[in-house]
């Protein structure tokens, strides 16, 4: 009898060791696992508070390079104390984010059309911050670019030749920003605006002083980051040339170049 007793004690005690058993995963044979990125960007506190620390930082600077008439965030511009300043940013993970979007690429590959698409139909996503430096901008006369890889072309069964640029007009409005298309320079929208963005940037320069640059890519700062040369850069970009450019430019980075973080895509992924 005694025996049994000290058994039945044993038992309990192994069953209260033992770890609960999760609940087994629903089973999906046609859905992949979301991207760890994704998920870090869409429900995370640490992704929205780092886009809050970068946007804070760079509304705390803008004073002082506004004031300094000497400093351009456009490497090579040496000619435009005089000149009106303005700033750039980039529009998708820089002040609308895409991770909603970047799911459904579980389902049907990326293309130009469907991002157009989900973007037209669904509401703008803001990013945590960004308001707050454009309004700051603005507040100071300072104007307000967005340079977007977004392209400007024509989509079957959509009306007009650049039917992005007013979704994106739209998107920004949807997330608090009003801007025009004078100020939204999209991909192809002139001869010469390739995906590289230098052109374009350059294209600002001309009648601006250039005192801020907002993205989550690389090449919203820095040119020829992509495996793919565009004009001007000749040469694939590689891993080691896009980590020279980091000591090259070493000066700019939280002093008039703030980058956002974006696990999800970017030119980074076309590089070895
Ligand atoms: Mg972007």
């Known amino acids: 009898m005694k025996t049994h007793y000290v058994l039945i004690a044993a038992l309990a005690l192994t069953a209260c060791a033992m770890p609960p058993v999760p609940p087994a995963p629903e089973a999906s044979v046609d859905e992949e696992p979301i991207d760890i990125g994704i998920l870090w960007v869409e429900y995370s506190a640490e992704y929205q508070a780092i886009t809050a620390q970068v946007y804070a930082d760079a509304l705390e600077d803008l004073p002082r390079l506004l004031a300094d008439t000497s400093f351009s965030a456009l490497p090579g511009q040496t000619d435009a104390a005089d000149k009106p300043a303005a700033i750039i940013l980039d529009v998708d993970e820089t002040v609308v984010s895409n991770a909603e979007y970047q799911e459904t690429l579980r389902y049907a590959p990326y293309t130009r059309f469907g991002h157009f698409d989900w973007m ?20 100071a006369g300072v104007e307000v670019f967005f340079l977007t890889n977004r392209a400007c072309e024509r989509f079957e069964g959509i009306d007009g030749d650049c039917p992005y640029e007013q ?22 929208e002139q001869p010469g605006w390739s995906k590289e963005k230098r052109h374009r940037r350059d294209y600002i320069g001309q009648t601006h002083r250039v005192i801020g640059l907002y993205g989550d890519d690389y ?54």
């Not at 139909?121 to 901008?137: D, H, K, S, T, Y």
């Not at 979704?167 to 192809?188: N, P």
């Open 167 to 188: 979704v994106t007009i739209d998107d920004l409005r949807e997330v608090g920003i009003e801007t025009d298309a004078d100020r939204l320079l999209m991909a192809w």
């Open 120 to 139: 037209r139909n669904n509401r703008a996503v803001p990013i945590r911050g960004a308001n707050a430096l454009i309004e700051a901008a603005k507040a």
């Open 219 to 272: 090449g919203d700062f820095v040119h020829c980051t992509r495996a793919k040369p565009l004009d001007p850069c000749t040469e694939p970009a590689t891993r080691a040339s896009r980590h020279a450019a980091l000591d090259t430019y070493a000066d700019y980075w939280g002093n008039g170049w703030y980058i956002l973080p974006n696990p999800m895509h970017g030119s980074w992924t076309s590089v070895r």
